[in-house]
């Protein structure tokens, strides 16, 4: 294979990056429409296929910003062809996503991307190699919202409306959480260049266990969880989204569990 043909395959769009937003496209029609046999598991599988989706542009807006900034080894990992199985770590991608969403409704990206910043000259560069990714998320959300602080919900379905909602939910827990200065997020990596040497040097060994102290907060502090998701309800309700609907989105992906009649009565 030519090297010009290398570059371009680099590029190209994975197919398993097309069968997720097949996925997606297909069961966000479900349930508009009320298709499926259960709403519960349709809207399971739209907010989860669409998640990925999230996931795997937030990987690539890392990349892509990389790729512009020096890091021409990007493409040959197979980071700019938007496939989640080069992003993938079991535990990272796969599990603690799936279980964090499940316990509490958090949205959390757990892919990675391996930048050699080595090749990255300029402090402003490495800052948006490292906010593109949840930026990415900041403007996921915005579309998720739209309908919603548009005022633009007439003849939206209510279970649609809950599963955008909660989508919506998602991605701003994910931005939120990235954007915290703590060693391992990419708030800290935006932080990170303007650091002295010495203090990099000192923080550098807590960076593999700062997602694990943020949850660990989270779910074992009672007053951070509820400052957290006061601070995410909030601006969930300056783009319109009230904190019923988001439940509610929640109470619909979670299919296993029995109807809540609150949100059987405002989907009527």
């Not at 570059?7 to 398993?16: A, G, L, Q």
Request: glycine residues 8%; proline residues 6%.
């Amino acid at each position: 294979m030519s090297t010009a043909a290398t570059r371009r395959s680099e590029w190209k769009i994975s197919p398993v990056f097309l069968g997720i937003v097949a996925v997606m496209a297909v069961t966000g029609w479900a349930v508009w429409t009320d298709f499926a046999a259960s709403a519960g598991l349709a809207v399971f599988l739209f907010v989860t296929s669409a998640w990925i989706v999230s996931l795997c542009l937030h990987e690539y807006a890392h990349a892509r910003t990389a790729h512009h900034s020096g890091d021409i080894t990007v493409g040959a990992k197979g980071y700019l062809t938007l496939d989640p199985l080069k992003y993938t770590h079991p535990l990272l991608s796969i599990v603690l996503p799936v279980v964090f969403v499940i316990m509490g409704g958090i949205g959390l990206p757990g892919g990675a991307v391996f930048i050699e910043r080595g090749r990255v000259r300029g402090r402003w560069k490495h800052s948006l190699i490292s906010a593109a990714g949840p930026l990415t998320n900041v403007l996921f959300a915005i579309v998720c919202t739209a309908p919603f602080w548009l005022d633009a919900l007439d003849g939206v379905p209510g279970v649609f409306r809950f599963a955008l909602a909660f989508l919506a939910l998602l991605q701003v827990t994910a931005a939120i959480l990235n954007f915290l200065p703590v060693p391992g997020l990419d708030g800290y990596g935006v932080l990170e260049p303007w650091l002295s040497y010495k203090v990099r040097r000192q923080v550098e060994p807590f960076a593999p266990f700062g997602l694990i102290f943020v949850f660990v907060l989270l779910f074992f502090v009672p007053e951070v969880y509820n400052a957290f998701f006061d601070a995410v309800y909030a601006l969930l309700d300056a783009l319109g989204i009230s904190q019923n609907d988001a439940y509610c989105g929640y109470q619909y992906f979670r299919f296993w569990e029995d109807a809540n009649p609150l949100c059987e009565q405002l989907v009527g």
